[in-house]
């Protein structure tokens, strides 16, 4: 069972950035495509920001230009999501996953996001 998690999270004034990191304890060496979701209070979740095993991105059109999905020289520490100009409507709980349109493994504990003055 592949065991994901996510750290970096904070609070962080409007304006302000942040850098998330993944860990995964998936054992493959192969690139895959990889995706960061955020979760509102309300539960609904969406998706941010999207990486193929190619290199091609995606973001949430409300992301696109603040926040930039990178991949890591690591196995373990395979994706990070830096965010940028940060404004209060992305407070959120942030989750890395895998897959490119739809995640693969059982969700982690996520890391918060508290963008607030």
């Known amino acids: 069972q592949v065991q994901l998690a996510e750290s970096g999270g904070g609070l962080v004034q409007p304006g302000g950035s942040l850098r998330l990191s993944c860990e995964s304890s998936?054992?493959?060496?192969?690139?895959?495509?990889m995706g960061w979701y955020r979760q509102y209070p309300d539960q609904s979740r969406e998706l941010v920001a999207r990486?193929?095993?190619?290199?091609?991105?995606?973001y949430a059109g409300s992301v696109a230009g603040r926040f930039t999905i990178s991949r890591a020289n690591s196995k373990n520490t395979p994706v990070y999501l830096q965010m940028n100009n940060l404004k209060p409507e992305d407070t959120a709980v942030y989750f890395c996953?895998?897959?490119?349109?739809?995640?693969?493994?059982?969700w982690g504990q996520g890391t918060q996001v508290t963008v607030s003055s």
């Open positions: 998936r054992s493959g060496s192969d690139i895959v495509a």
């Open positions: 996953n895998f897959g490119w349109n739809q995640p693969i493994y059982p």
């Open positions: 990486i193929n095993n190619l290199g091609r991105t995606d």
